[in-house]
């Protein structure tokens, strides 16, 4: 062989190996390129997995009118959320119905969700000059008792919940305590409420306090009654859960005789009680804030879930904080869906979901 031809060969054999070298590196990009495509899928994963445990499937939620900024935690719970109740609607000085402009512009911003909409009435009083009276019960007196007045009352709720093409009403009607007179009009006013309701294909949930004397009411079967299982503790004692499984189901207990369907809202966020004796509530936002800024030291509370700490602020004033996150939430809620009840949640905003 010449060397030329020698030459030649060489020229082959290099060009043969840098090919070979060539293609087994592209050949090696293909693992990467999977490895990509893992990624993608435990992002989407990620963004797939919901908030609750999976058999979370049926949730309600309030939405208030205070505090809007909740379409994250909407976003986040997906198509775990199936309704959301707009709160609330109150009244004037003249005892009319109105809905505040917040929650009206609101409510036109999202009505196309995919979930159903309640408009939340409460027996809560604000006057022209910015008084108001809160869980009026001379209000619920004067609306319940007269029929005709009651007639007028019931057919305000559906005009309104018309109005603006809500799929339901909630009735949040508090502190009627032992009562009996208000509360057979009461009974009288929700069995009205739902016939016309109903006829018009319009939902009722109807809101009740754990103080409810149901051993000696008698509720119709049509609405969906709604049980607070919250404030065990709150501005008006010591420190404490919002809640914990046996106060859940004691409640569940005493609702037995209740026909229908029924369902339990929990509350989100907590209170901290101040050494001094003030009692403040929170979001899970805010209890997250002040750990960091005071560096405490958050405990689980083995009884109920929550999250406890204690801090002391710049003016040597010592704080205990008591609060609900996702777990805790999501504890109490598998008390309440074992029994094969809906769950409410109190509400959205200053929640910490992602």
């Given at each position: 062989m010449g060397k030329r031809a020698k030459n030649t060969w060489i020229i082959i054999t290099l060009t043969l190996i840098i090919s070979m070298f060539l293609y087994g590196c592209s050949k090696e990009k293909n693992?990467?390129?999977?490895?990509?495509?893992?990624?993608?899928?435990?992002?989407?994963?990620?963004?797939?997995?919901?908030?609750?445990?999976?058999?979370?499937?049926?949730?309600?939620?309030?939405?208030?009118?205070?505090?809007?900024?909740?379409?994250?935690?909407?976003?986040?719970?997906?198509?775990?959320?199936?309704?959301?109740?707009?709160?609330?609607?109150?009244?004037?000085?003249?005892?009319e119905l109105i809905m505040p402009q917040l929650l009206v512009d609101y409510y036109n911003r999202t009505k196309d969700e995919d979930y159903t909409k309640y408009l939340t009435i409460v027996n809560d009083k604000i006057n022209s000059d910015g008084t108001s009276?809160?869980?009026?019960?001379?209000?619920?007196?004067?609306?319940?008792?007269?029929?005709?007045?009651?007639?007028?009352?019931?057919?305000?709720?559906?005009?309104?919940?018309?109005?603006y093409g809500f799929n339901g009403i909630e009735i949040d009607y508090e502190q009627i305590k032992d009562d009996m007179e208000l509360w057979n009009n009461y009974l009288l006013?929700?069995?009205?409420?739902?016939?016309?309701?109903?006829?018009?294909?319009?939902?009722?949930?109807?809101?009740?306090?754990?103080?409810?004397?149901?051993?000696?009411?008698?509720?119709i079967e049509g609405p969906t009654y709604v049980m607070m299982c919250y404030n065990l503790h709150g501005g008006f004692s010591e420190p404490g859960e919002k809640a914990n499984p046996q106060f859940i189901k004691e409640l569940m207990d005493k609702m037995e005789s209740v026909p229908g369907s029924k369902n339990f809202a929990i509350a989100t966020g907590g209170f901290n009680w101040a050494s001094d004796?003030?009692?403040?509530?929170?979001?899970?936002?805010?209890?997250?804030?002040?750990?960091?800024e005071y560096s405490a030291k958050e405990e689980r509370d083995n009884k109920s879930q929550c999250i406890v700490f204690k801090y002391t602020d710049e003016d040597g004033i010592e704080h205990e904080v008591w609060y609900a996150d996702k777990n805790t939430l999501n504890s109490w809620m598998q008390v309440i869906k074992e029994k094969g009840y809906g769950i409410s949640l109190w509400r959205l905003g200053g929640n910490v979901f992602h």
């Open positions: 693992p990467l390129e999977n490895s990509n495509k893992v990624q993608v899928g435990e992002i989407a994963a990620i963004e797939d997995k919901k908030i609750f445990d999976e058999n979370i499937d049926n949730l309600s939620a309030w939405i208030t009118y205070w505090d809007l900024d909740v379409q994250g935690e909407i976003k986040s719970l997906d198509k775990q959320l199936k309704e959301a109740s707009y709160f609330a609607a109150y009244f004037d000085s003249n005892n009276s809160l869980k009026d019960k001379d209000l619920l007196k004067t609306l319940l008792t007269d029929s005709t007045l009651r007639s007028k009352h019931v057919k305000d709720i559906i005009s309104l919940a018309s109005q006013f929700i069995n009205e409420l739902y016939d016309e309701s109903n006829g018009i294909g319009l939902k009722l949930r109807v809101i009740l306090e754990p103080n409810v004397p149901f051993d000696v009411l008698e509720f004796g003030k009692v403040t509530s929170l979001s899970e936002v805010e209890a997250k804030d002040l750990i960091k």
